[in-house]
């Protein structure tokens, strides 16, 4: 693998959607007992940056590039959380969002944050318009990514708490 580079601190904004409290994920799966993190991001040294420090937390990643093996992904692991990038080869975050969440079940409460290069003003309201419960501009704050997939992964997800 090749060395990644240091990435940046850049401000990320986080915020709930208001839904009810849940459970979600398989619960007691790999490193420290959390749950599965979803990483949908087309760029290889990004994708493999993120998948890195969570897994260095202790997190169990699967990792897709494209949407359909994201969806697929998603059917096998049962993710705790997604960290969607909206850009991607075959779909974009729109497609991705109504196809996951069309898949029925528990898919319906998994908690998405969108990775995004748009500014800030327009990254939440696209978080708005999807339903996501967040979102992360590029490049990423690492702290910023590592405490909001820790209020989704391994534990109850409550709107509002942090």
Known sequence: MPDLPEMP????????????????GRGGCGGRGL?????????PVLG?????????????????????????????????????????????????????????G???AVPIVLCTGLDARAAARETERLGAVGFLTKPYDLDALTALVGR??????SPGTS
């Open 9 to 24: 601190r850049a401000p990320a904004i986080l915020g709930p959607t208001g839904e009810a409290p849940l459970r979600v």
């Open 35 to 43: 749950d599965t993190v979803l990483v949908v991001e087309d760029d």
């Open 48 to 104: 493999a940056l993120v998948v890195r420090v969570l897994r260095e937390d202790g997190y169990p990643v699967a990792q897709a590039r494209h949407g359909a093996e994201a969806l697929r992904l998603a059917r096998q692991e049962h993710p705790a959380c997604v960290l969607l990038d909206l850009h991607l080869p075959d779909m974009d975050g729109a497609a991705f969002v109504a196809a996951f969440r069309a898949a029925g």
């Open 106 to 108: 528990a898919a319906g």
């Open 152 to 157: 989704f992964a391994g534990r109850t997800y």
